[in-house]
Every structure is written in structure tokens, then in C-alpha cells.
């Protein structure tokens, strides 16, 4: 099971968490939402070469905490991996979106001076503003949009633009996010759980619950499910081969 976007570090008890992660033999990328939580997170899965800790920020708290941009710099070359960053336009958060996007600015010009990432990014409201910017850092690396909420045409555009994409199980239940499933390609589509944020039925969605997008992706492929299964981590392995040292 491949799980390419999980809090860990905010779970009640993040080392039995990472214990069950080791122990169903995933692979896990586990984000981070702000640099100065990047070496306890690191600290926690530095052991297992399955688990992966990407630098963040997240554009919901980019305007309390961009004052730890330093940090960022300071750990960038410490990681191939960054997320979750982006942007955050949604009602409670546009109020700070010019911080937001001087904060996405900065943080994927380093990416780009840091010789190119794999991104976990956030994007709620602020799809086509993401592409733009991503468009200002050719080399900044490879977009994963996780939980993209945008709508079709912002969809294709980020298709166009050569993102991947990243859906979990609270995704999953909403007919309309199912629709945009449906046009996303199937070779760039990667499991997520976004746990603990992520709630399916009032419980906070675990890694492993990842599995439970398989059976919907298989209905929108028309495939069983090893064949998702098998395509999913064909996915990853493809998108990891820049980054060959994950495995």
C-alpha cells in the first residue's frame, strides 16, 4: 500500500502509527506543515527507508509562520521531498492569501535552486493560481496535487501542465470529486490518506485505510483490483525513479 500524503507527526501516537506502517510493509510520505516540526517528524521514521519526511509549510498557517522560511532553506537539501505547500484561497483562509503566495513563491524558488522536488501540494480555491505559479518555476520539480477540489478545466490545465494527483477515502465520497477522478490519468494517480485531518464517519482516516480507494478506482477503470493495485504502485515507482535513494 502506497500512502503518498499522511500527517504523521500529528496522530495521537505517532510511533504506534509508524509501527503499524512497518509493520504492513507501506510506503508513506509523511508531510509536514511547518519547518520547525520537520526534525521531530524526520526523527520519527529516520530508521525505515519505506517512510519519507517532506519539508512544508502549509498556506493555511503560511501567515503565522512564515518567519520559519529560514528553516526551510536551512533543511531543503536534507530531503527530496517537500509538502504540504500551496495555496489556500477557501473562505476562512483568503483573508492571507498574499502571504500565501509569497510564502509558494519563495519555497518553490528553492526548490528550484535545490536541484527540483516531489511536491505534495495544496490547492483548495487556488488551482489556477497554483499553475501559474508553477508555471514561474519550470525546475522547481514534480507537482503531486493532493485532494485537488478544482474544477474540469482547471483539471485539464493541471494535466497539460504534467501534474499528478494524489485521493484518499474522505475524497472518494463526494460525487462531485469522483467526476474529476474520472479525467485525471491513470498513470499519475497516487493513494493518500491525509490522516489524521482526513475523517471518514467521524474517524480520523489511518495509512492503511488507503485501501479503501481501491474498489472506487476500479469501477471508474473497469479493472479488478490487483490490477489497480498494480497500477498504483507502477505509478509510484514511476514517480520515485527521479528520486532514485526512496527505495
Not at 10 to 28: D, F, L, N, Q
Not at 126 to 131: G, H, L, N, S
Request: charged share 25%; net charge neutral.
Amino acid at each position: 500500500m502506497i500512502d503518498f500524503h499522511a500527517h504523521l507527526d500529528i496522530y495521537p501516537s505517532p510511533e504506534e502509527t509508524v509501527s503499524e506502517i512497518i509493520r504492513r510493509e507501506m510506503y508513506v510520505l509523511s508531510v509536514t506543515t511547518t519547518p520547525s516540526a520537520w526534525r521531530g517528524t524526520y526523527s520519527l521514521s529516520r530508521k525505515y527507508s519505506r517512510i519519507k519526511t517532506a519539508l512544508g509549510l502549509h498556506p493555511q498557517i503560511a501567515h503565522e509562520r512564515i518567519s520559519e522560511l529560514y528553516l526551510f532553506d536551512t533543511y531543503i537539501n536534507e530531503t527530496d521531498y517537500v509538502g504540504e505547500i500551496g495555496l489556500d484561497f477557501s473562505e476562512n483562509y483568503s483573508a492571507h492569501k498574499y502571504v500565501q503566495i509569497k510564502a509558494f513563491n519563495h519555497i518553490l524558488r528553492v526548490c528550484e535552486n535545490s536541484g527540483g522536488k516531489i511536491m505534495s501540494i495544496h490547492s483548495r480555491r487556488a488551482a489556477a493560481e497554483i499553475i501559474d505559479t508553477l508555471k514561474m518555476y519550470p525546475n522547481a520539480g514534480i507537482p503531486v496535487l493532493h485532494w485537488f477540489s478544482g474544477n474540469k478545466s482547471e483539471l485539464l490545465k493541471a494535466i497539460d501542465y504534467g501534474c499528478w494527483f494524489s485521493v484518499g477515502p474522505a475524497m472518494i465520497r463526494s460525487k462531485r470529486s469522483l467526476e474529476i477522478i474520472k479525467y485525471m490519468p491513470k498513470d499519475r494517480i497516487l493513494t493518500e490518506s491525509d490522516g489524521p485531518f482526513a475523517q471518514v464517519e467521524g474517524k480520523s482516516v489511518m495509512p492503511w485505510d488507503v485501501q479503501k480507494v481501491t474498489p472506487i478506482l476500479g469501477n471508474l477503470w473497469s479493472m479488478e483490483k490487483k490490477e489497480v493495485d498494480e497500477q498504483i504502485y507502477d505509478n509510484f515507482r514511476e514517480i520515485v525513479s527521479l528520486k532514485p535513494t526512496y527505495i
